[in-house]
């Protein structure tokens, strides 16, 4: 929000169209574009030093509203979730984490297995553009990412998480957000947060005692993290 120059007062709506979805076919879309359509003729009369006036130097106001879905999407609950499981794994395995700590750039391994082990959403609805096998064209699909992470005939252990497993890679290509360009500023947003985190918190640790419980069946991730600074 505040990179983007967006007013601070309107950050719950923006909040709540993050939550809608903010990609092609989110709900929030249409009306992100309303919202950004006197702020962008603003900037354009009078250009300041945020992200949203250089975007209206150089794009129109569909590919504004465009970029800032994409950049406010990035940002939305299911990067927040990955970004919960995430460091929930790490701190389950304080070894791998002290790696890190030392080694950064081997964060993006630790994340794409954060991912594939507990992806944000276990399952998504997809719908059958063709007949598959028994499924006829227009079916609605529940797909198992949760399982296609864990399939033992595609992973080593699939159970275990490994920061540093070889080949970590999802085995669905839209696991965790729904966009290449949001599933990069996620990526990048978990890198550099955790490299700001741990210099913030050198001593961060688990709080003894206590155990990750996930939020329900489809949502994996924690709702609250007990931690220790020191």
Known sequence: MAALGLPYEETARVHCWCRTG??????????????????????????GGDLLSVLCAERTDEAVTG????????????????????????????????VLRDRPDRTAGAWAESLRRDP?????????????????????????????????ERFTDPDRYDA????????????????????????????????ALLAALPGLRRAEGTQTAPEDLVRRSPKILRV???
């Open 22 to 47: 903010l990609g092609p076919s989110g709900g929030g879309r249409s009306e992100l574009g309303v919202f950004l359509r006197p702020l962008t003729a603003r900037r354009r009369a009078h250009p």
């Open 67 to 98: 970029l800032v879905g994409t950049l406010l999407g990035a940002a939305g609950e299911t990067t927040a979730r990955a970004l919960a499981s995430f460091l929930a794994n790490l701190l389950d395995h304080p070894r791998q984490l002290a």
């Open 120 to 152: 944000p959403l276990h399952i998504v609805k997809r719908r059958a553009v063709e007949p598959v096998g028994a499924i006829p064209a227009g079916a609605t699909v529940a797909c198992l990412l949760g399982a296609a992470g864990r399939d033992p």
């Open 164 to 195: 540093f497993r070889p080949d970590p890679r999802p085995a669905c290509p839209r696991h965790g957000p729904s966009c290449p360009a949001e599933a990069l500023l996620a990526r990048l947003a978990a890198e550099h947060g955790l490299r």
């Open 228 to 230: 220790r600074t020191r």
